[in-house]
């Protein structure tokens, strides 16, 4: 299971956040959980919502920020956050991503608001193989 | 890297420091405030200094922090025909900006009814993750928005003709081009209209302190008869409309650039040339989440002339609820500067930065052409804000820009270990400031202790002679997102 956690030294202003993953599909739905705990307490967040979300990039590292700036998007275009992921990665020319996500409205009256995230950005971006695992670092513009 | 001092408060990082620079960079700081400046900053601002066709330098506020390609409070111009346009340089929230408010009212009149116009205030403009505007606006008139600016909220019963005046660019700016904004941005913004947002963005109702009066004569020009009178300072951009054009031309120009030989250290200093049709795209984008800015504050601007008359039981004219002024502190503007002694246009990016046009400007409303344009620095939640106006020197010294806000000194993480939100909202209660926040651990990442001093930072602006101190206001409340 993937872990994640925040970075203080970095992004003075921001949310910058370190995430590892056993697998390429790990670390995406890793990144999806941490993001969800930037912008509200998931366990508040009563699970009513499901949706499919399928990306393609032309690099893995294109297509981790595209897929974290989708849940951005989807945070202010339906008010909703996701709480769960279950995502495949494919290796290729473009990389793809199909994933079902897992969540709720966001509801003033039950949900525990956290920050609101703007976008991602390229500040000391990376994504990377490490061994076994993976690894990926990003800072949130909140 | 090298930082020599270039006159008071003046520091400059000299071409040599770094293989790419065409012109210096140059800090506004005191002795202290460059100290305390990360170094990001001087990473940043000298990148900057490499970018094509910048003009004299690159430039930093003292309220400098580092952001993302430009510092925060950082300042360029470019050529229109030979520079290039940045996102990085406006930043993801295109138009994050100031509004100030005057009142009638003196603090003993408001207490009483405090708390019920803070909660009203909390209640009338959303705030926070996932805040939904009251306005259910279509697409078309999304698009008309765009265009209009804050001109179509006053078409529509939002708000008072004479607003239009006292803001900058009234309230619209023009090359706006909804051609080039994309479904995604749209979709993202339309439910947003007239909401706060969250972080720093705040409505914060504030006073003149008794010693808060630097300049009277200035500060009546302002419409600020005295100590005790009330205000009403607001702060927040284009919300998740802005922030999606931002993020799809910084993407779109990492593929760009190649085409133009540019390359850049930085991912986040992508960029095009300004007249290429990659970079008229995102200035006509840019122009459009600018505007609807302008529509987002004059809609909250609304909003608190509501509450305040239901609260108060008077009409808002009778309130005296005008606007005294608002700025952008996160965009790109064409403008007309001297540059060795030839009028010539250039692109100007303000980014964590606020235009500060001096006396005589024509750009600066009528009502304050004698003393140069208002200038609104905001402080923290806890410590307060300011009011200056632009000068003549800075004209020549900043391209008419100055600092936008205290800058933090310590991240949001940081500052949660270092104080309990609801521990925060008691002590700043108690000290006479009440607070309604959407989020507790927000409320926390934005603790005085987070900010560098601002009187330290308005102190360097008046030494440096860019913005002359009118006044210092103090907040008795606050709604955050």
């Known amino acids: 299971m993937g872990r994640f956690s925040v970075l203080e030294e970095i992004a003075v202003a921001d949310c910058a956040l370190e995430i590892e993953g056993d697998s390429l599909d790990d670390l995406f739905e890793t990144a999806a959980r941490a993001l969800c705990e930037v912008m509200v307490d998931p366990a508040t967040v009563a699970p009513t919502v499901e949706r499919s979300v399928d990306l393609s990039a032309g690099a893995v590292d294109l297509l981790f920020y595209d897929w974290l700036s989708e849940l951005i998007y989807l945070k202010d275009r339906d008010r909703e956050v996701f709480t769960e992921s279950r995502v495949r990665v494919t290796r290729g020319s473009p990389w793809r991503l199909a994933a079902r996500l897992q969540g709720g409205s966001i509801d003033p009256e039950r949900t525990a608001l956290r920050a609101d995230p703007k976008a991602v950005t390229f500040h000391q971006f990376l994504v990377e193989e490490k061994g076994q695992r993976w690894r990926a670092r990003v800072v949130i513009d909140i | ?481």
């Open chain 2, 1 to 481: 890297m090298k930082v020599t001092p270039a006159g008071d408060c003046i520091w400059e990082i000299p071409p040599a420091e770094k293989p790419g620079m065409r012109v210096p960079a140059r800090i506004y700081a005191s002795e202290t405030l460059l100290s305390q400046m990360d170094q990001g900053v001087f990473e940043q601002v000298t990148n900057v200094a490499c970018l094509p066709g910048i003009v004299r330098a690159a430039l930093c506020m003292p309220d400098g922090h580092w952001g993302y390609g430009f510092p925060i409070g950082g300042v360029a111009a470019f050529r229109v025909d030979t520079g290039v346009i940045s996102p990085g340089g406006i930043g993801f929230d295109i138009n994050c900006g100031m509004r100030v408010l005057r009142t009638s009212l003196t603090e003993a009149e408001v207490r009483p009814r405090l708390r019920e116009l803070i909660d009203a205030l909390f209640s009338a403009v959303p705030s926070g993750v996932g805040a939904r505007g009251s306005l259910r606006l279509s697409a078309t008139a999304f698009r008309r928005i765009m265009v209009e600016g804050a001109g179509w909220c006053v078409s529509e019963g939002y708000g008072w003709r004479e607003d239009l005046d006292r803001m900058e660019g009234r309230g619209c700016l023009p090359g706006a081009d909804p051609g080039h904004v994309s479904e995604r941005a749209v979709s993202r913004g339309l439910q947003q209209l007239g909401t706060l947002g969250s972080g720093n963005h705040y409505l914060e109702i504030q006073v003149v302190p008794p010693e808060g009066i630097h300049e009277a004569g200035l500060a009546r020009a302002l419409g600020i008869e005295g100590a005790g009178q009330v205000l009403v300072m607001l702060h927040c951009g284009s919300r998740g409309f802005g922030h999606q054009i931002a993020t799809d031309y910084l993407r779109r120009f990492a593929e760009v650039m190649p085409r133009y030989g540019i390359s850049v250290v930085d991912r986040e200093l992508a960029c095009a040339p300004f007249r290429s049709p990659e970079g008229q795209a995102y200035f006509g984008a840019m122009t459009a989440a600018a505007n609807s800015a302008f529509a987002n504050r004059q809609l909250i601007t609304h909003r608190i002339r509501e509450v305040f008359s239901r609260v108060l039981g008077r009409d808002p004219h009778a309130l005296g609820l005008s606007v005294i002024y608002d700025v952008c502190h996160n965009t790109a503007k064409v403008e007309r500067h001297r540059v060795d002694g030839e009028s010539m246009e250039l692109v100007v990016h303000r980014k964590g930065a606020t235009r500060a046009f001096g006396p005589g400007a024509p750009d600066v409303p009528e009502a304050y052409r004698d003393i140069g344009q208002p200038v609104i620095i905001g402080g923290s939640m806890e410590t307060g804000s300011a009011l200056l106006v632009g000068t003549a020197h800075a004209m020549t010294e900043t391209w008419g820009s100055t600092a936008h806000g205290a800058g933090r000194t310590m991240s949001r993480a940081q500052a949660k270990k270092r104080v309990w939100g609801e521990r925060l909202l008691q002590d700043m209660e108690a000290r006479g400031i009440l607070v309604r926040a959407a989020s507790k651990s927000g409320v926390a990442e934005e603790a005085g202790f987070a900010y560098k001093d601002l009187d330290a930072v308005v102190d360097v602006l008046h030494r440096v002679d860019i913005s002359r101190k009118v006044v210092s206001l103090r907040p008795i409340a606050n709604v955050k997102g």
